[in-house]
């Protein structure tokens, strides 16, 4: 069961952040953020790539590291929300992508926890 919910997040997660990136290719790509829009728009190419591994393992060591992938995403596109000049527009825009990769991170632990408390049935003793 935690396998098949495990696909369905990461298909789910992969469509949120598609989003998110989309978003982000949109922004201004001036010389003082270049270097944010960058590592931003890799680091949600790495969280896309995670969430099709775990679509394709439905491991947890996948499900973490798309969890700290996903947390790298939102800590970046913190910073570069943070740069003034940005139209109202493209601050909308970084906020929705914040809620999808937030949302992401949020399901992932969540998941996690899930596992962790899953007891492992008994096998019987051999006699």
């Known amino acids: ?38 590592r931003l728009q890799a680091c949600l190419y790495q969280s896309e790539n995670r969430a099709m591994e775990l679509v394709m393992s439905k491991d947890f060591r996948t499900l973490s590291l798309l969890g700290e992938s996903v947390a790298d995403s939102a800590s970046l596109i913190g910073h570069f929300s943070d740069h003034p000049g940005l139209s109202d527009a493209d601050q909308h825009g970084l906020d929705i992508a914040l809620a999808n990769v937030a949302l992401i991170h949020s399901r992932a632990k969540r998941l996690m926890e899930q596992a962790d408390n899953v007891v492992p049935f008994p096998v019987a003793a051999s006699a």
């Open 1 to 38: 069961m935690l396998h098949t919910e495990m696909a369905q997040f990461g298909l789910f997660a992969r469509q949120l952040i598609k989003q998110a990136a989309a978003v982000v290719s949109t922004l201004p790509k001036d010389s003082d953020r270049l270097k944010w829009h960058s």
